[in-house]
């Protein structure tokens, strides 16, 4: 059989066969279509499990959010297949939610982590803001594989581009650079961090590190990071950078270059972010606007997040808008 055919459209079968097979499904990695299917109950990952879904990848809060959901609905009428097992869309201008599958089911978020630490650190310092960095990005690169800017330790950048540097390559050495630079040290920043997301009801986040690399009490949700990125689209700045294909930075070293490239294949595509760990999988916020509204679509442990985003959008831009 085919991995796109695993996905069942349509009704759900018998109670025991649906829970196993959801079983086997996240032991994959991944539940796609009706299978699994819609809205999970809210809040049904409590404290006590949001650590422990981070750690094992969801699997266990996924299971017990489906054995505490009342009913199981379908997907909406001409959906079409996703592969992601977390999937949330809104209506940026005013927040609504378009559609949610298991949307508040907590997972890692890899570098959609890094949308906070943007939207944290251009809240608290200018973006002409000199840092020093105290990182090497190379040995970075050596010990965990990390994707980065290039940052050696003493070179000195505005905070403008180490955030171009944060957002394109998605740099885990621009990340600390900034963490250390605007908070004082990382530790203190994730302080922030966590304060930022309490402020903005993301209830299904918690940050450990300002960069993403997996840390099993670091986690979110797709509707979280849907209503960060949805956050960062209304500060022109972060607009800007994340919508931008390539930056030079100033600096005696090449340009830094957007990994997203959703940007020049999907009409209207302006951002947000991409990510991957071995344990997150793939995950993306993907933001576009037609006509003058914008759609904002978050994809977490997603097989395809391209074809993902693409469809999810297409399907979001023929609906009716809920916003007055």
Not at 198 to 205: E, F, I, K
Request: glycine content about 10%.
């Amino acid at each position: 059989m085919r991995r796109s055919d695993r996905a069942t459209r349509g009704g759900v079968g018998a109670v025991v066969l649906g829970l196993a097979l959801t079983a086997v499904a996240l032991t994959a990695g991944w539940v796609a279509g009706s299978a699994f299917g819609g809205h999970l109950a809210s809040g049904a990952c409590t404290d006590g499990c949001a650590p422990a879904a981070a750690a094992s990848g969801g699997g266990d809060s996924a299971i017990q959010a489906i054995t505490s959901a009342t009913a199981v609905p379908t997907e909406p009428a001409g959906l079409p297949f996703v592969s992601a097992l977390s999937i949330a869309v809104i209506d940026s201008s005013c927040g609504a939610l378009l559609y949610g599958r298991a949307e508040h089911l907590t997972l890692p978020p890899a570098s959609l982590t890094k949308l906070m630490t943007a939207a944290v650190a251009i809240e608290l310092a200018d973006t002409s803001t000199l840092i020093t960095a105290h990182v090497d990005g190379q040995k970075l690169y050596d010990d965990t594989g990390s994707t980065i800017m290039g940052l050696k330790p003493g070179m000195q950048l505005s905070l403008l581009d180490l955030l171009y540097g944060l957002l394109l390559p998605s740099g885990n050495d621009a990340a600390i650079a900034i963490a250390e630079g605007v908070g004082g040290s990382q530790d203190k920043f994730v302080e922030m961090m966590n304060d930022k997301a309490a402020s903005l009801a993301l209830n299904d986040t918690h940050f450990t590190n300002p960069h993403g690399l997996y840390d099993n009490k670091l986690y979110s949700s797709a509707y979280d990071m849907a209503i960060l990125a949805s956050y960062v689209m209304q500060n022109p700045t972060l607009r800007e950078i994340v919508s931008t294909l390539s930056w030079q930075p100033k600096w005696d070293g090449p340009p830094v270059w957007n990994g997203n490239r959703f940007l020049s294949e999907y009409q209207g595509a302006d951002g947000v972010k991409i990510g991957y760990t071995e344990q997150a999988q793939q995950t993306m916020v993907a933001s576009a606007t037609r006509d003058g509204r914008r759609i904002v679509a978050s994809v977490m442990r997603s097989q395809d997040r391209y074809a993902d985003a693409e469809r999810l959008l297409d399907w979001a831009f023929t609906q009716p808008s809920p916003c007055p």
